[in-house]
């Protein structure tokens, strides 16, 4: 990976950079609670998207800048680097629209993919349940032909912005007499009827971030299965994918910028003179270069192989243990108002804690760096 940008590369920061220096996103509201702040995040996403940088990786057929790797990486450097809110649709962004572009129909791709880009509907990824999770080809949520539509029934938990999703990406057992992977189909669900409930869950930062969603007979067109009968388990793992890869150029900016903003506050008490913070502190800078380094270098993979490959895990399972020691860390530095409801290091703090679940637990990521990328033999264990 050359890290020395090309004069269009330069070019194309310029732009963007430009383009957010003029275009500020609004203050985020004070009321209104996460309705106001996810309608916040919304408008938001129509404003990238009205300037055409809402999705610059998508190809330019699809409503994108059709940007390089490298292009898109530094895409989400500058957004982290402005501060700006989270696009509302991140899921449809990032998960959704490259999966369809993969899997979809034609039909498919002109019907779905423009209102994603524009945040008129919101996707969901309904994927985790119950009692599957890391093991995600263990669901139990079934689906069964009737005529030209499936009638869907079971649980999901976890599914994050559900209560805003017009679409869900809804993986479901399709044939339970095949090999577990082999009997599940990626569906599109509509989440706006009746037999689909979504009940919010309160997480410890006091927000209703995810959601379980109870599915009694829920119908689905036969005209909404992405990829083919049978081969939801391919389709997903796209998904996955791409869950680990767009995002880490975003969190890696953020976690420098935490980063910073506790360096300026222990440099305002004068904690930089006490080494136990400055070795602290300088162990946590040297782990958000590597992570940025890191996240860098992936692109060669994407570059050689045509998709992320295992690496990504080792940039998630990096990025979420450090920033948890740095929210922790940021705690004993600022003191009790970071123990403070509705302070943002408050807010950090509790946030950090779900890191090492969300996308991918780190005991799995573990695994998969040593299978994948170190070459360890799996793990038999003997009953
Ligand atoms: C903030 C947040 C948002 C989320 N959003 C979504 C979403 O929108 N859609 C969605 O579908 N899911 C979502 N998830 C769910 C997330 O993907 C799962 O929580 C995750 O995959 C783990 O599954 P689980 O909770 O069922 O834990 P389990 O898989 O039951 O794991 C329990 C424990 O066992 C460990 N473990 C499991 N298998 C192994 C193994 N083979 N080796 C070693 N240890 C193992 C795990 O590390 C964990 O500590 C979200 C989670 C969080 C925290």
Known sequence: MDLTFS???????????????????????????????????????????????????????????????????????????????????????????????????????????????????????????????????????????????????????????????????????TDGDVPKHKGLTYFLM???????????????TGEDEFNELFIEEARIPDANVIGGVGNGWKVALTTLMNERAGLGFALQIRLRQLLDDTIAVAAERGLLEDPVYADELAELHTRCESIRLLAWKGLTDVERYGQPGPEGSLVKWLWSDTNQRLTQLAVDIVGPAALTA???????????????????????????????????????VAV
């Open 7 to 173: 004069p269009q590369e330069i070019a194309f920061r310029d732009e963007l950079r430009g383009w957010l220096a003029a275009n500020q996103p609004d203050a985020a509201p004070v009321d209104g609670g996460e309705d106001a702040q996810y309608q916040w995040r919304r408008d938001w996403q129509r404003r990238l998207y009205d300037a055409g940088w809402a999705a610059p990786a998508w190809p330019v057929e699809y409503g994108g800048r059709g940007a390089s790797l490298t292009e898109s990486a530094i895409y989400y450097e500058e957004i982290g680097r402005s501060r700006s809110p989270l696009a509302a649709n991140t899921l449809g962004l990032l998960l959704g629209g490259p999966t369809l572009m993969v899997w979809g129909t034609d039909e498919q791709k002109e019907r779905y993919l423009p209102p994603i880009l524009s945040a008129e509907e919101i996707w969901c990824q309904g994927f985790s349940e119950p009692e599957a999770g890391s093991d995600l080809a263990s669901l139990k949520t079934r689906a069964v032909k009737d005529g030209e539509e499936w009638v869907v029934t079971g649980q999901k938990v976890w599914t994050s912005g559900a209560q805003y999703s017009k679409w869900c990406m809804l993986v479901a057992r």
């Open 190 to 204: 509509d989440m706006e009827q009746d037999a689909v409930q979504v009940r919010p869950l309160r997480q410890i």
């Open 342 to 380: 509705g302070t943002s290091w408050s807010y950090e703090f509790l946030r950090a804690r779900g890191n090492t679940i969300e996308g991918g637990t780190t005991e799995v990521l573990k695994n998969i760096v040593a299978e994948r990328v170190l070459g360890l033999p799996r793990l038999k």
